[in-house]
């Protein structure tokens, strides 16, 4: 039995966000939640996904989604960023259907400071709801971190409970991930900080609980944001194993399953195929994708370039002769889609690296 057999083509939300989950941490795999910040890169992840039959999640961090809606406009008061996080999640949802497979609509980091972007989200989100009887997105990520554990866990249950009755899962953070994204820099932080605890998780899940089962947790495990040289980051996958082991230990006969914890791999770039086999083992069932497909998307470009530099240079001229036309060069329609090739196949090795591959 494939995904396909439990949850529709197109967007999923609520219930079947939870079945898709829960199909993934039965299987022992993980879904690529890939940074998009345009329909460009939108399109080579839905097609990358759809080309090895499988599911995947397209997310916006606050940056992108501003930049869907235009570096011109100002994002005084999250306006471009709640504008642009619409905008592209309706993208999504008038092409998935067609993609023929299921995608997952997410917000990546939200920190304290950004929480009226959040708050933007949840309103349209409540609206759609009213209307479809299902939120805009599957879920959103708050990233609470930076602050003290009990108001992380206070501040996630008060969205908790406004997402729980439309059916939107939330993502939350605990532990700090080291390095730099979206202008959120952990750098300097000291190794121990960078291991969460299983108490931390057992305190989380105990408390979410009550509330609904929609909510995933990214937990530090040594994770680091952005690609470093290799052998500077010691991840350590195998706690996972052991938080899921606390909680399900906690729980008792109320658990049936050897992994109730639906976990999150943030900082994930260079890390092997080892360190990710061992987190899938474990219950992560979304890994976020952003550096490696953003050098892919580059990558593809610049190659174009250096192969016909000589057609690019002028509109009319090349080597075939000095009244040639350069049209077919420079039409963002060809040089894009290299981008987009390019980053489709990075996106197609993601989810290679995390098992997921032809499990519709
Ligand atoms: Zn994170």
Redo the contacts with the bound molecule.
């Keep these: 039995m494939g995904i396909l057999d439990i949850v529709p083509a197109g967007v999923v939300t609520g219930d079947n966000m939870r079945k898709l989950f829960a199909y993934a941490r039965e299987h022992n795999f993980a879904i690529p939640a890939i940074n998009c910040t345009s329909t460009s890169t939108i399109n080579a992840a839905l097609e990358a996904a759809r080309d090895i039959n499988s599911p995947i999640i397209i997310q916006f961090s606050n940056g992108g989604a501003a930049y869907i809606a235009g570096k011109g406009l100002s994002n005084k008061n999250q306006e471009a960023s709640i504008i642009g996080a619409v905008a592209g999640a309706q993208y999504i949802r008038a092409v998935a259907k067609a993609y023929g497979i299921p995608v997952v609509i997410h917000s990546d980091?939200c920190a304290k400071k950004l929480l009226p972007w959040f708050d933007g989200m949840l309103a349209a989100d409540e609206e759609y709801f009213k209307a479809h009887g299902e939120p805009l997105f599957s879920s959103h990520m708050l990233?609470l971190?930076e602050e003290p554990k009990e108001e992380n866990i206070e501040i996630c249950l008060k969205y908790l409970k406004r997402m729980a009755p439309i059916g939107c899962l939330l993502e939350m953070?605990i532990g700090i991930?080291g390095g730099e994204?979206d202008g959120v820099n952990n750098e300097g932080v000291d190794n121990a900080a960078l291991y969460t605890q299983p108490e931390d998780i057992w305190d989380i899940y105990k408390a979410f609980s009550e509330v609904t089962d929609l909510f995933s947790i990214?937990a530090g495990f040594g994770?680091v944001?952005g690609v470093y040289a290799p052998g500077n980051v010691r991840l350590h996958p195998e706690l996972l194993g052991k938080h899921q082991a606390y909680v399900k230990e906690q729980l008792g006969d109320k658990c049936d399953i050897p992994k109730p914890v639906f976990f999150v791999f943030?900082?994930g770039s260079g890390s092997n195929e080892d360190e990710i086999k061992t987190a899938v083992e474990n219950g992560v069932v979304k890994m976020?994708v952003d550096t490696d497909t953003q050098w892919a998307y580059w990558d593809g470009l610049k190659n174009y370039y250096e192969g016909k530099k000589d057609y690019l240079q002028t509109q009319v001229g090349n080597p075939d002769g000095p009244g040639k036309p350069n049209k077919k060069y420079y039409d963002p329609r060809v040089f894009i889609r290299e981008a987009e090739k390019s980053m489709a196949t990075r996106v197609q090795q993601a989810c290679k690296d995390l098992g997921n591959v032809n499990t519709l």
């Design positions: 980091h990233d971190s953070e991930t994204e990214a994770n944001h943030h900082g976020n």
